[in-house]
């Protein structure tokens, strides 16, 4: 699990954690304060009862009245924990009870008197004492004169039982309030603010992933909201500057093919016809040579050579910077003209595949097209050292589809973290297109680049 965990769930269980903890400290600072104040109201009830008892005592036993005195004590045991109450003598024989059973036997060695019979042997003045577990509590109280005590003893246990008992329904109660307002505290961070925010987290990353267009906004009148709206402001100006830097980016490329097309026509058209007219000049004046100056004849044949030689690379430079036929629409045509060239050069087999005519009326789509496999083929030159390359033009499913393909030396294992500036450009033609660029491995070991693009922007 992350740490620090989601506030969804960490701020409910930590108040969860921590009303637990409290509830407990209360119940058992409560329950330990109910049981000693009932344990001092209970004393205090006692010396009321011993002292009441004593004096009654006091009076009834000089004058024999023992059934008297045990009809009050019989009475008094009615009283709430009041177990058991007795009137003793000095020898410890019970004289009178709440309990006539206990007449006549000697109280230290009943069990409920036995610990109020020790209080009375300890000395006079009236004594309260409480068992160890405080669930009994015992007293004994002087007669007058008479040397005898009054004995009570109360037993708590139900009481304490009770006042437990309460307790626990009360933290039970507590403890379920407490666990439904985590629930709910819950409930409002997740719905209210996690569930909203990753919604407008997804809405940013497809955003930033090219996957969406815009960022929606999230409703509510709190933080979330403002925070998407700010989001979805930026991403309308970042999309609207995007669109106007892809603009820009393409009225330069088109206006840097305009140029390198004039160039090429310059080339074609002026230079070329001017070394063309040099060139039949230079062997006329050859042809008029062989007679008169032979030395001199085979010296304007080589100049005609030379020229014938330099008409050849005009052509070629014409060709390169405007690909034949690219404005009628034939990509295909340029694109063979691409492969003769190459294969020309005598260092490898180059084939173009074309199974079905396809037109393709905007020249500058199919420029960039063609300037991605002129591209491509220059790198696998470059870099792959093939033996063959295979240029593929065809249409799939309303897609064009341009693949060149190499038997060379493959992808490096380790792709460089930024690609050269050739690759760049190839992605960024395909994306003035509208379309992607893959490359990757072949199936016979070299290179593969695939541009797919719509034929129509």
């Keep these: 699990m992350r740490f620090p965990p989601p506030a969804r769930f960490f701020a409910p269980l930590l108040a969860l954690v921590f009303g637990l903890a409290v509830t407990v400290f209360d119940y058992e600072l409560n329950l330990s304060n109910d049981l000693d104040r009932h344990l001092a109201d209970l004393q205090e009830h006692s010396n009321a009862t011993g002292t009441r008892l ?13 059934s008297v005195l045990a ?4 009475s008094a045991a009615d009283t709430p924990s009041l177990e058991t109450a007795a009137v003793i003598s000095a020898d410890g024989r019970v004289l009178a009870a709440s309990d006539s059973a206990l007449a006549g036997r000697i109280a230290a060695n009943e069990p409920s008197l036995a610990h109020a019979a020790k209080l009375a042997r300890k000395g006079s003045g009236a004594r309260v ?22 004995l009570v003893v109360y037993e708590r246990a139900a009481a304490n039982s009770r006042a437990e ?12 309030g407490i666990g439904l307002l985590c629930v709910t505290l819950w409930a409002a961070l997740h719905f209210g603010f996690a569930e909203r925010i990753a919604r407008l987290t997804r809405g940013v990353r497809s955003f ?10 999230i409703r509510g009148g709190d933080e979330v909201a403002e925070l998407s709206g700010a989001f979805a402001a930026m991403a309308a100006r970042v999309k609207a500057y995007a669109a106007e830097r892809a603009g820009l980016e393409r009225e330069v490329l088109e206006a840097s093919e305009s140029e390198r097309r004039r160039i090429g026509h310059e080339l074609h058209d002026g230079l070329g016809q001017r070394l063309t007219a040099a060139a039949l000049a230079t062997s006329s004046l050859s042809t ?6 032979p030395e001199s004849a085979a010296r304007a044949d080589e100049i005609a050579r030379q020229i014938r030689e330099a008409i050849a690379e005009t052509r070629a430079l014409s060709h390169g910077l405007s690909p034949v036929g690219l404005e009628s629409g034939g990509l295909a045509h340029a694109l063979h003209a691409l492969a003769e060239s190459t294969r020309g050069g005598g260092r490898v087999r180059v084939v173009f595949e074309c199974p079905a005519p396809v037109a393709i009326p905007d020249a500058a789509r199919a ?12 790198n696998a030159l470059k870099h792959a050292h093939p033996g063959e390359i295979r ?9 064009l589809v341009l693949e060149i393909e190499d038997d060379g030396e493959g992808l490096p294992e380790q792709m460089p973290p930024r690609p050269g500036i050739g690759l760049r450009v190839m992605r960024h033609r395909a994306s003035l297109l509208g379309g992607t660029l893959e490359i990757a491995a072949s199936q016979g070991g070299g290179t593969l680049v695939r541009c797919c693009a719509p034929l129509s922007p």
């Design 208 to 217: 930033g992933t090219s996957e969406s267009e815009v960022v929606q906004p």
């Design 367 to 378: 420029t960039h097209l063609f300037r991605i496999a002129q591209e491509a083929v220059n």
């Design 288 to 293: 008029a040579l062989q007679s008169a100056a």
């Design 54 to 66: 004593a004096k009654l005592s006091a009076q009834l036993l000089p004058r024999g009245e023992i």
């Design 71 to 74: 009809s009050d004590l019989a």
């Design 165 to 176: 008992a309460d307790a626990r329904q009360q933290l039970r109660w507590i403890a379920a």
């Design 129 to 150: 004492l409480h068992s160890e577990d405080k669930a009994s509590l015992y007293g004994a109280y002087p007669i007058g004169a008479q040397d005898a005590w009054v």
């Design 391 to 399: 240029l593929g033009l065809e249409e799939r499913e309303e897609m």
